[in-house]
């Protein structure tokens, strides 16, 4: 089934939701921003070392920066006197150290001669650290009685800290260590495997569900969605504390900047295929070869981060063309387009804000964590699920109402309502309310009637029998046409004397028919059914006791004995 078929006005309370979800996540994202920078603030449980930068062994003032011409790979000494280090106003007697977004692949740290600690790989720099929150702890004493602190750091692509060098005492540095742990790789972790996971519960469903059909444009724009939901979560992975790689780091970068315009171009294939566009993804494969050229032919990190962070523009183009297709479709699918609109919008500020920070620490403060644009992308791709599995509810539910109406037609006789001979005879075959009576009636001279009233007529006094039939019987019993002028009753549970009452106050009732040309009477014949009986041997001996009426005089009732 297409997402493009007619809305159903239910959808538009998805929209809404989604609205709403959107700004929230985005909220959220700044507020969590705005934290993690209130726990850089001085106060009575910190001391910063460096205020957004600090001294390397040459007595330089780094803040965060890319390496510039000339500048190579290797490990930095950065060194803090600690007489100019006053610690007197953090209480206990264990210190936390909290390093922020230090921009190296690995270090370690030293008071005096005396190691603290390390994380990451020094040597070989195999290792993703620099989205990390780090934590040590050492003891007031070993600080009290050193002389200065020691990092060592290796640094590939650039060098300082985005936030400041912290020591803290040990309750805030638990506080900090908890929220890196919910807040910030927590909530990447998260996302990631919940995206990972969706992705192949979502293929399972839609191809071993068949919740799409077969058709291949489907099955090409599902596998879409399946392979960007992928990518993005191989992508993430770079905002992960990875203390071990087992390849180069620059074959890691390469593998997640990759994955990033996978993303971008499974995401365009997706929109492609979902409004119907032509066109040959010149934009996305342009973004896509561009990168993948330089991930091959360029092989040292610093000119490789350089060339992508320009090329980063690509996605921003992405996103504003997805934003026009979605402009372009709202009036075909207004729902979808709606749901594409607004996630792609909120991705774009998202993106935007990340290319801007290359250039401006300043958008720092107002960016959100890039596991919230996971969570928007992946977010936008099950939406979009729900409306589809809704949409496809929805016309299963009306085809089963089809199904419905024409099985209730197939069963049921179109002059009066009642139902056919064969549904009837398939109750019998079915009757397990034992005693049960069949009966089995006709009007008395009904040729007579349509000779000299008219066909309409004698149609007339069919549809006035069932009308009565309809009202004087308990919703158990069966009441159908066998044929012409015939009825055949099946009274559920009742014996023959109980039926043949029944029965006389029914031809009554048909007797004095108001307002009536003439006077409709009719011969019955019961036959009471005590055990399993076929069916056939069941009609026959109604229609003999039917027979023995007409036999008799008409106008009356006959039990088959």
């Known amino acids: 089934m297409s997402l493009k078929k007619p809305i159903i006005g239910s959808f538009r309370r998805i929209v809404i939701v989604y609205l709403f979800f959107c700004v929230a996540i985005f909220l959220f994202g700044i507020w969590t921003q705005q934290k993690t920078y209130g726990f850089f603030n001085a106060d009575a449980s910190t001391v910063i070392l460096s205020p957004y930068g600090f001294i390397d062994e040459q007595g330089g003032d780094y803040t965060y920066r890319s390496f510039q011409k000339g500048e190579e790979e290797g490990i930095h000494t950065y060194r803090f006197p600690l007489n100019q280090i006053d610690i007197s106003r953090l209480e206990g007697d264990h210190l936390g150290l909290i390093l922020y977004r230090l921009n190296s692949q690995g270090f370690e740290v030293y008071i005096d001669d005396s190691f603290v600690g390390a994380i990451g790989d020094l040597t070989g720099g195999r290792s993703n650290l620099w989205s990390s929150m780090l934590g040590l702890q050492f ?31 040990l309750n805030r540095y638990n506080k900090m260590m908890t929220w890196k742990t919910l807040f910030s790789e927590g909530l990447t972790l998260t996302s990631i495997s919940a995206a990972f996971i969706s992705s192949f519960i979502l293929v399972y469903l839609l191809f071993s569900l068949n919740i799409v059909n077969t058709q291949i444009k489907e099955r090409y724009k599902y596998l879409s969605v399946f392979f960007s939901i992928f990518f993005i979560c191989i992508y993430s992975l ?98 979808v387009a709606s749901i594409f609109l607004i996630g792609a919008s909120f991705m774009l500020l998202a993106s935007a804000n990340l290319v801007l920070i290359t250039y401006n620490d300043y958008f720092n403060a107002l ?75 006709d009007v008395d001279d009904f040729k007579r009637i349509n000779d000299t009233y008219g066909h309409f007529e004698g149609d007339k006094a069919l549809v006035f029998m069932a009308d009565i039939l309809k009202n004087e019987l308990r919703k158990e019993d069966t009441i159908g046409r066998f044929g ?48 399993e009986e076929a069916t056939h041997q069941i009609l026959e001996k109604v229609d003999s006791a039917l027979y023995k009426a007409k036999q008799n005089g008409k106008d009356r009732i006959e039990i088959y004995e």
Not at 143 to 169: C, M, N, W
Not at 243 to 259: D, N, R
Not at 500 to 507: E, H, K, L, Y
């Open 139 to 169: 003891s007031r004493a070993v600080f009290d009685s050193g002389k200065e602190l020691v990092i060592q750091a290796r640094h590939k692509y650039s060098k300082g800290s985005a936030y400041p060098i912290l020591i803290t005492d």
């Open 238 to 335: 770079d905002y992960l504390t990875l203390v071990w790689l087992p390849f180069s780091y620059l074959t890691y970068k390469k593998i997640v900047v990759v994955s990033l315009y996978l993303t971008a171009f499974f995401g365009s294939r997706m929109v492609h295929l979902q409004f119907g566009i032509r066109d040959k993804l010149r934009l996305s494969w342009i973004a896509l070869g561009g990168i993948g050229a330089a991930a091959v032919i360029i092989q040292d990190i610093l000119s490789f981060k350089k060339f992508y962070n320009a090329w980063n523009v690509f996605l921003i183009l992405l996103f504003v063309y997805w934003i026009g297709v979605f402009f372009k479709n709202l009036k075909k699918d207004k729902t």
């Open 367 to 441: 960016s959100i964590s890039p596991s919230l644009i996971l969570l928007l992308y992946f977010s936008t791709v099950i939406f979009l699920i729900i409306i589809e599995i809704s949409k496809h509810k929805a016309w299963l539910r009306m085809e089963n109402q089809k199904l419905e109406q024409l099985y209730f037609h197939s069963i049921r006789d179109q002059k009066t309502g009642v139902y056919t001979s064969e549904y009837v005879k398939q109750i019998l075959e079915r009757t397990e309310d034992f005693p049960s009576t069949v009966c089995m009636f």
């Open 484 to 531: 012409g002028d015939e009825f055949i009753i099946l009274f559920n549970g009742k014996k023959r004397e109980e039926a043949a009452r029944i029965m006389q106050r029914i031809a009554e009732r048909i007797r004095q028919a108001p307002g009536a040309l003439y006077t409709i009477t009719i011969s019955t014949g019961l036959y009471e059914i005590v055990g």
